[in-house]
């Protein structure tokens, strides 16, 4: 009796599965298509899909500061920080979702190998 109950239980988790894989995969297709990611504030940087109706949605009323750790540096001199690109996927979702733009909410906090470009551009901004 005990294997059969098991089973009973097994059964509607691998269904769920199941449905879970097949809307993946048929989600897959659009995200491929032209569109579907966009960088409407940071142009070329933050690919991000706005979802309108997501379960979180920064609210236009409200003011955000968020705080970013850039621990990793780019993989050659010359590349932009990987960890940028996070930072303006969140800018570009925020905006999306009708929060203003402030540059003072989003503040980078660059430490071990995410610190030599920010200390290199800093020494460039001496410079000129």
Do not use: C
């Not at 940028?84 to 906090?109: E, F, I, K, M």
Request: glycine share 8%.
């Amino acid at each position: 009796m005990e294997p059969q109950s098991t089973m009973h239980k097994i059964k509607p988790v691998l269904a769920a599965a199941m449905l879970a894989a097949a809307s993946v995969s048929a989600q897959a297709g659009t995200m491929d298509s032209p569109g579907f990611w966009t960088t409407p504030t940071i142009h070329d940087y933050g690919k991000s899909h706005f979802l309108p109706n997501g379960a979180f949605k920064p609210q236009p009323g409200h003011t955000y500061k968020i705080v970013f750790a850039l621990t990793q540096g780019p993989k050659t001199p010359g590349e932009v920080n990987p960890a940028l690109d996070v930072v303006a996927r969140a800018v570009n979702l925020y905006v999306a979702s009708g929060v203003p733009l402030h540059w003072d909410s989003a503040l980078t906090n660059p430490s071990g190998r995410g610190g030599p470009n920010a200390e290199a551009a800093a020494r460039h901004k001496e410079a000129t």
